[in-house]
Nanobody, 125 residues
Framework: QVQVVESGGGLVQAGGSLRLACATSGRPLSLLILAWFRQAPGKEREFVAGVSRNGRTTDYLDSVKGRFTVSRESAKNTVYLQMNSLKPEDTGVYYC??????????????????WGQGTQVTVSS
């Protein structure tokens, strides 16, 4: 079993920045593909960003490329999502997800088994 706990959400004005953190436990971070998803009111949950087990491969939703950065810190068993130049359309509940994988260098957009409870991000215009 893998436990996943997000933190760092909040209210920010358009153009501002937030950093989300996702602390994991139960398995070494090196065994996990990690990703961030979000769900806006009335919309389906969507993939935002992901990072491979070895940290060498990342994947981003087109609308966040150049503004968001996903990274991982193995010593703290934590993955981060740095969000810059935030827009009102980035508003939503952000979820961290983890999947145990045998492949060290891939990112997946679906099929995650372990999920956090989510953290609210609100961007005001």
């Amino acid at each position: 079993q893998v436990q996943v706990v997000e933190s760092g959400g909040g209210l920010v004005q358009a153009g501002g920045s937030l950093r989300l953190a996702c602390a994991t436990s139960g398995r070494p971070l090196s065994l996990l593909i990690l990703a961030w998803f979000r769900q806006a009111p009335g919309k389906e949950r969507e993939f935002v960003a992901g990072v491979s087990r070895n940290g060498r491969t990342t994947d981003y939703l087109d609308s966040v490329k150049g503004r968001f950065t996903v990274s991982r810190e193995s010593a703290k068993n934590t993955v981060y999502l740095q969000m810059n130049s935030l827009k009102p359309e980035d508003t939503g509940v952000y979820y961290c997800a983890a999947e145990v994988s045998v492949f060290p260098n891939i990112v997946i957009r679906t099929g995650y088994e372990y999920w956090g409870q989510g953290t609210q991000v609100t961007v005001s215009s």
